[in-house]
């Protein structure tokens, strides 16, 4: 029988980093499920007092809800704690020992939690993103130059999205290129490829998880058939490795550990934090 | 004159909660310049010894470096705690009292915290994220009544990043469709988007930025003009206003507050955590 709890994340401004962490943490209690519930923008004592209520009439005596937590506010902070949850405040715990450390006191003002306003970091975010986009799956060969790194890999291993997630988290250009059935015959990569070896990196993946992925597109294909799919594989990480490009397999990892595992691997460094 | 300190982010995996926490918690101590350094995939003793040297390497007296840490191997934590820096650790000052709460012990092994393997949610955010790519700007109103939600705006108000985000992030299908001057002349919606009222979201943005974004791609074009840039938003504004569609003002909002905002006021459903 599963144990459950509900779980609130309050926040005063997105919630993001409430979550972020709080779900960490949850990932380390596997025989539980927990019923998860958002309440971000809390950033008033009538909306604090609403949270109240919501946390309140989801307790029961055994089962109180947790309570993951982010104010900068002290007094909605205070009210907070008056719930019937076990909060479990993210900011508090640590502000107070850097202030000390610091020897300054926080600014405790609501909103200032995700960098909001630095229009340099979003506009380095929109340039890449647009870049990523253009670039992606081989689109266009002109302006490879820009690029900080280039994807390589099969139809649906993953490039896209890990693109994605670069451009965006990282203000990263990231281009990606389909390696396709004539390069491997040729056993040669797209020649447009070619000035730029040391920005090429591999994406590579299970069979039996791509024909799966390529099922859910084109069920019964040629396309997605398992056969295929050991075939291209095989080939592709035949030329990856006779081109020496760094190469991660993709299969059970998610989007923020292929895009993380990249940077890290091919030391590129990151526009935004 | 800035004060300065160096922090790490020090993790036996990605390094995304620690850093994620981290940075919210320092923009509160905006008087100091942090220079970061990121640590991931610290999951050896070999790993954590290295890690340790950078740390005592970056040690000054009066100036110790921050370390904010997510670890969940007990001996490579105790490792981390003989280095010469301030080390906060996100994760035991949660899962210790947790555990008391549960009645559980925790897990301890590496590797879990970004609920990582499961392929149902990588599926599901492939499919947002691939929904949402063939979704952009319009391309097509095929398959609209799959959307979750229907961004409206000017060209560069930032539906395109806002989209991807809450594909990549939320797993929730997201179209856009550009607001064109036609569209603003007739005072009418695109007729594609009908059928779909109840989905609709604008975005605006202030003509100051609106003009700043656009010169960025083409300078001294009428399309950048602030005067345009001014009565394209003013027409914009007027014709959302008129189709009753809810509105939110882009300008100074980091595309996580554009993408939060807009699933709470819309009330959509995240997919994925």
Do not use: W
């Not at 909060?87 to 020992?97: G, H, I, N, Q, R």
């Not at 229009?119 to 302006?143: C, P, Q, W």
């Not at 019964?220 to 760094?246: D, M, T, W």
């Amino acid at each position: 029988m599963s144990k459950r709890r509900v779980v609130f994340f309050v926040s005063d401004s997105t919630g993001i980093t409430a979550e972020t962490l709080g779900q960490s943490i949850l990932t380390h209690f596997p025989s539980f499920e927990f019923e998860r519930v958002l309440l971000p923008f809390v950033d008033s004592a009538a909306k604090m007092e609403d949270a109240v209520a919501k946390i309140n009439a989801a307790a029961a005596p055994a089962t109180r809800p947790l309570v993951f937590s982010t104010l900068v506010d002290d007094a909605l902070r205070s009210q907070l704690l008056n719930c019937n949850g076990m909060v479990l405040d993210c900011f508090e715990t640590f502000v107070a020992p850097l202030e000390a450390e610091l020897g300054e006191q926080a600014t405790h003002s609501v909103g200032r939690s995700q960098g909001a306003g630095s229009v340099k970091e979003y506009d380095r975010r929109m340039e890449a993103v647009n870049y990523t986009l253009s670039h992606d799956d081989g689109v266009t060969a002109r302006d490879l130059e820009e690029a900080e790194i280039i994807l390589l890999g099969v139809s649906r291993s993953g490039k896209t999205p890990t693109c994605l997630y670069m451009a965006m988290q990282f203000g990263i250009k990231a281009a990606n290129y389909p390696l396709i059935p004539e390069d491997m015959e040729r056993m040669k990569l797209p020649s447009a490829l070619e000035p730029h070896m040391k920005k090429l990196f591999g994406l590579t993946i299970r069979p039996e998880r791509l024909h799966q992925i390529r099922s859910e597109r084109r069920p019964g294909s040629v396309y997605a058939a398992l056969s295929n799919c050991k075939a291209e594989i095989q080939a592709a990480e035949a030329l990856l490795r006779a081109a020496s490009v760094p190469c991660l397999e993709s299969t059970s990892k998610s989007i923020e550990e292929l895009a993380t595992t990249i940077i890290h691997e091919a030391k590129l460094q990151r526009h935004v934090y």
